[in-house]
């Protein structure tokens, strides 16, 4: 099961815009980490946040975390043609499990 | 390259046939995971093996079965098959049992098509 939704489900922007997306998740968590996928490939991990933090900046991504909300969004800024993708997030779970879950994903489009 | 290699990257085969889907970690990760992608499911957590013992199983079916081996390569067994099973098989593999705070390296996975 998933879980969580991301939204929206689909997002297209022109190149040299800021791209937001967001993720909700039902239970409490270790981690929340963002993957990136291009069509039919495998995914590529983009940058991880823990429970305890509520900001952190990677290059052009920014993740915030709300754990009283259950919730995260990224935001890649001044995107480019090649940042079209699906966009996934993922957690892991506090106690024992420890696998990813992720959510439905966000499908990026930028267009040049 | 990732690091993590999965093999083979297609494969058809016929409904009831048994097939088996191979990972290879990268080097130095003791934790092997696998994932079925499907366009109405999403992205679906099987199983995972840490270091050779089976460490959480999540949506597998009971025609599938996993294990890792001594070298810490893994394969998954896919048997019975039916036409939903056809998806993208991802591995990933990461140094510890996931709780450590570190990403999870996915292969390229195996586009499974069962006709």
């Known amino acids: 099961s998933q879980q969580g939704e991301e939204d929206p489900q689909a997002l297209s922007i022109q190149e040299g815009e800021n791209a937001t997306m967001n993720c909700s998740y039902k239970t409490s968590i270790n981690n929340l980490q963002w993957y990136r996928q291009n069509s039919g490939r495998g995914l590529v991990h983009l940058i991880l946040?823990?429970?305890?933090?509520r900001e952190k900046h990677s290059g052009r991504l920014r993740v915030t975390l709300d754990t009283s909300k259950k919730s995260s969004s990224l935001l890649i800024t001044a995107s480019r043609a090649a940042d079209t993708a699906s966009y996934f997030c993922a957690t892991v779970a506090s106690g024992s499990a420890r696998q990813l879950t992720f959510g439905s994903g966000t499908q990026l489009t930028v267009l040049p | 390259d990732s690091g993590v290699t999965q093999t083979p990257k297609h494969l058809i085969t016929a409904t009831g046939q048994r097939v088996t889907l191979r990972c290879s970690p990268r080097?130095?990760?003791?934790?092997v995971y696998w994932y079925q992608q499907s366009l109405d499911q999403g992205l679906q957590f099987l199983i995972q093996?840490?270091?050779?013992?089976?460490?959480a199983k999540g949506n597998i079916l009971e025609r599938f079965s996993a294990q890792q081996f001594p070298d810490l390569h893994s394969e998954l067994n896919l048997s019975s098959l039916e036409l939903g099973d056809s998806a993208l098989y991802f591995c990933?593999?990461?140094?510890?049992?996931?709780?450590?705070?570190?990403?999870?390296?996915f292969g390229s996975g195996t586009r499974l098509t069962v006709v």
């Open positions: 946040i823990r429970s305890n933090e």
């Open positions: 093996y840490y270091n050779g013992e089976e460490r």
């Open positions: 080097s130095g990760d003791l934790s």
């Open positions: 990933a593999s990461s140094v510890d049992g996931g709780g450590g705070g570190l990403g999870y390296t």
